[in-house]
T-cell receptor
Framework: GNSVTQMEGPVTLSEEAFLTINCTYTATGYPSLFWYVQYPGEGLQLLLKATKADDKGSNKGFEATYRKETTSFHLEKGSVQVSDSAVYFCALINTGNQFYFGTGTSLTVIP | DGGITQSPKYLFRKEGQNVTLSCEQNLNHDAMYWYRQDPGQGLRLIYYSQIVNDFQKGDIAEGYSVSREKKESFPLTVTSAQKNPTAFYLC????????????????FGPGTRLTVL
């Protein structure tokens, strides 16, 4: 079956620290992978995506690389800011138009 | 601007009442979805629709109903049979419905927070 597992939170970092949020997946075939961000009281916003192996998605300083050999899509940012405080969701879509979401990782960045 | 709108942003319901949450999209997307999110939790799929006049139950459909009479609209009714409806409700859409492409992307509305008094 299809599933997404992401690291438990919450994560607390100081401003300008390096961020990694781990995400691994289980899927048959060739899924696309996503990271979404949710700010308090809002819906989910697409942060980045990758549609095939070795693709790197990037946006707003965040990056993630689709690693088929390790079934991973870890989110990274070199220097986090207070404004990056949010909940981050890893997700995949496979054939059949079903989306699968991880449970979310809460990030708090302190000045 | 293209996007997904949900209304109202906050909704209060008395026990025993049915309430309907609105979701509209002008993205010309075929597929639409409803999710429920509880505090500190991930998303759980309630219902989804891949084409007009058709919809399927998700993981937690009991106590909810939907309709899809128009491509742009997918309202969700929370019935009195839903025992614990207080939650944040998210509507989403994606371009392809029955085609089921694995390169599709899901876009979300701003959400409706429902509280039972």
């Amino acid at each position: 079956g299809n599933s997404v597992t992401q690291m438990e939170g919450p994560v607390t970092l100081s401003e300008e620290a390096f961020l990694t949020i781990n995400c691994t997946y289980t899927a048959t075939g060739y899924p696309s992978l996503f990271w979404y961000v949710q700010y308090p009281g809002e819906g989910l916003q697409l942060l980045l995506k990758a549609t095939k192996a070795d693709d790197k998605g990037s946006n707003k300083g965040f990056e993630a690389t689709y690693r088929k050999e390790t079934t991973s899509f870890h989110l990274e940012k070199g220097s986090v800011q207070v404004s990056d405080s949010a909940v981050y969701f890893c997700a995949l879509i496979n054939t059949g138009n079903q989306f699968y979401f991880g449970t979310g990782t809460s990030l708090t960045v302190i000045p | 601007d293209g996007g997904i709108t949900q209304s109202p942003k906050y909704l209060f319901r008395k026990e025993g009442q049915n309430v309907t949450l609105s979701c509209e999209q002008n993205l010309n997307h075929d597929a639409m979805y409803w999710y429920r999110q509880d505090p500190g939790q991930g998303l759980r799929l309630i219902y989804y629709s891949q084409i007009v006049n058709d919809f399927q139950k998700g993981d937690i459909a009991e106590g909810y109903s939907v309709s899809r009479e128009k491509k742009e609209s997918f309202p969700l009714t929370v019935t009195s049979a839903q025992k614990n409806p207080t939650a944040f409700y998210l509507c989403a859409s994606s371009m392809n419905g029955l085609a089921g492409y694995s390169t599709d992307t899901q876009y979300f509305g701003p959400g409706t927070r429902l509280t039972v008094l």
